[in-house]
């Protein structure tokens, strides 16, 4: 996964896992892990890339987290 901070926001750019491990929950594991560490920091998440942001939609328990 890559991000870029700034300030108090954690830009999701890029969600990757190869082929060889996809359908095994690590792309969910990597957006659950940004949605931990922005809680401990105090952060806001804008979800650019189209999967972490598919994720917030799944994931309503993770609203707090998410930049309006």
Known sequence: MT???????MT?????VPDAQRERGLGLALVSRAVKDARAQGLKIVP???FAAAQFARHPEWRDVLAS
């Open 3 to 9: 991000y870029v901070r700034d300030g108090d926001r």
């Open 48 to 50: 650019v890339c189209s």
């Open 12 to 16: 999701i750019e890029h969600t990757y």
